[in-house]
């Protein structure tokens, strides 16, 4: 068969990295035991170049006759235009979109509030708007609608689910009785915790101000300090609880202490999807949550990742109509997945092998360091 030119040098790039053991110029981990990018997903594999060298469905069909499947995982790593990429959308930019806005803690002429007043404000006006068209979120009573009895087997068959679906990634799952005594009826006790209604707060925020634009972490004393302002707010502080209250469902804790909380007042017909989104959380790796932590807003990325592969594990009735964080999911859709496969998504979420996303952080290449070592130390015979 004749080859094309590109198919020309790529056969000329195969010989040199037998011959050399040294990777393609564009390609920093040819070598490396960590496929990145799924063979199965044609317009992924489209997107990356190996030295130069655009890999159409036909140049990649060359190179898996060439040097089979597991072979060419390794060499379409996420290359490092693409990383660098990745990289500026999650660690630099906000994710609104653009430079991060300066916060600004004094007011001048041009600008008569403060940053933090402005988001108080903006929190105030969008809060009450949303009362006033769904009234029905802060009055009334809530009825049970959901038991633990109820909500035990669809535990079990999402976990299923999850695994199944993320099996490749998922190394150490937990038995169905396990994860049921981890995901339970929320307490009425712990919404009315004053600490469960920052948490609660802290994501509304995201949803109702422009607070993603300025970068900061909730852990960032300028966010902490919007959070006192708004619960000390006469004027919408009783809604905020009342609405904290009815919260459908939350993840916390780390490791072993994992827990997801269901509220009693959820229909079961709603109970399955938001359980898939609450498990997905449940399942994320630490190495990815490190990660994530230093990110330029991690509790909002997160929410997205967690959507965006929550939506790759729903079947299509639970995806009829789902438009649980637009904002968050269509983040990382444009951002992440448009230059990195779902497949590598799923291996830093759930494997903690976050620099088949990106390797250009510093947190990534220490975590990509430490697997190293980790593998090398494992090879290592002993007497």
């Known amino acids: 068969m004749k080859l094309n030119t590109s198919q020309n040098r790529l056969e000329n790039v195969i010989n040199r990295v037998k011959r050399s053991g040294r990777e393609p110029n564009t390609n920093r981990s040819l070598l490396s035991k960590e496929p990145s990018l799924d063979v199965r997903e044609p317009k992924a594999l489209a997107r990356v170049e190996v030295d130069s060298i655009p890999l159409s469905l036909q140049n990649v069909n060359f190179l898996q006759r060439k040097l089979g499947n597991e072979a060419i995982g390794r060499i379409l790593q996420a290359q490092p235009s693409t990383s660098k990429k990745v990289h500026k959308a999650l660690f630099i930019d906000s994710p609104i979109g653009g430079k991060c806005k300066k916060w600004r803690a004094k007011a001048t002429t041009k ?119 708004i619960l000390a707010d006469g004027a919408i502080n009783k809604n905020v609880k009342i609405m904290a209250n009815r919260q459908p469902a939350f993840f916390e804790g780390d490791g072993t202490s994992r827990n997801v909380y269901i509220h009693r007042g959820l229909a079961m017909a709603k109970v399955e999807p938001i359980l898939v989104h609450e498990l997905v959380h449940f399942y994320a790796h630490n190495d990815y949550r490190k990660w994530n932590d230093k ?42 997945a448009k230059h990195v496969s779902v497949n590598n998504i799923a291996a830093a979420f759930f494997a903690g092998k976050v620099w088949q996303v990106e390797k250009v952080s510093k947190v990534a290449k220490a975590l990509f360091k430490t697997s190293r070592r980790k593998k090398t130390a494992d090879k290592v015979p002993t007497d």
């Open 295 to 336: 990110m330029v807003a991690p509790r909002y990325i997160n929410e997205g990742f967690t959507e965006f592969l929550a939506r790759e594990a729903m079947g299509p009735t639970m995806l009829s109509g789902r438009n649980k964080y637009p904002d968050r999911f269509k983040f990382i859709n444009d951002k992440v």
């Open 111 to 229: 600008h008569p509030k403060t940053t933090r007043q402005e988001i108080v404000n903006e929190f105030r006006t969008n809060f009450n708007a949303l009362i006033k068209a769904r009234p029905t979120l802060v009055t009334g009573t809530v009825s049970t609608k959901t038991s633990q009895a109820d909500i035990d087997p669809k535990v079990a068959q999402v976990n299923k689910r999850i695994v199944k679906h993320f099996n490749s990634h998922i190394k150490s799952p937990l038995s169905d009785p396990e994860v049921q005594k981890r995901v339970q009826i929320l307490p009425q006790q712990k919404t009315r915790d004053p600490d469960f209604v920052k948490q609660w707060l802290a994501n509304r925020i995201y949803k109702l101000t422009s607070m993603a634009d300025y970068c900061i972490d909730e852990s960032d004393s300028r966010f902490q300090k919007v959070i006192t302002d």
